[in-house]
């Protein structure tokens, strides 16, 4: 029996492309060039470089990314749930697609949150991101993880 692999090689690359986005410094053409990989024809000319100075384009990037991402990781999760098992290094791409999928999901909140700079404050999302975690990251859906090397 031949094992199956959690992804084809575009989506290889592709979640190469989302890892590499997650942990590139924002400020630096990198993320431009991640972007750019990720969308291909999709991505939306601006800015050469990323910033928090309002650029329409660049939002509809990030959106595209996020919508591309939330879809992938789903997919990534029914072929677990179907039985395919990942790789340890297929689990590492996982995590941090799934690591993208819940900055963008909460960064709003959290840049709110850091705005407010309020010490002690409770976190109002922390239950609904908890939950988020535990969903994307662990939960029983990753349950061959320990079986690892």
Not at 72 to 81: C, E, G, P, T, Y
Not at 103 to 126: C, K, N, T, W
Request: aromatic share 8%; with cysteine.
């Amino acid at each position: 029996m031949t094992a199956t692999m959690l992804f084809t090689k575009t989506e290889r690359q592709l979640a190469e492309s989302i890892a590499a986005l997650a942990f590139a410094n924002p400020f630096l053409e990198e993320r431009i060039t991640r972007e750019r990989e990720i969308l291909g024809d999709s991505y939306v000319a601006s800015q050469p470089y990323w910033s928090l100075l309002p650029d329409l384009e660049r939002k509809s990037n990030i959106d595209q990314i996020a919508i591309l991402c939330e879809a992938f990781l789903q997919s990534i999760h029914a072929r677990i749930r179907g039985g395919v098992r990942a790789s340890g290094d297929e689990l590492q791409l996982h995590d941090e697609i799934a690591i993208y999928v819940l900055y963008e999901r909460y960064r709003d909140s959290i840049l709110e949150l850091i705005q407010r700079a309020a010490p002690g404050e409770r976190v109002a999302f922390y239950a609904e991101f908890r939950r988020d975690v535990e969903e994307l990251l662990g939960g029983g859906l990753l349950t061959h993880r320990a079986s690892l090397p």
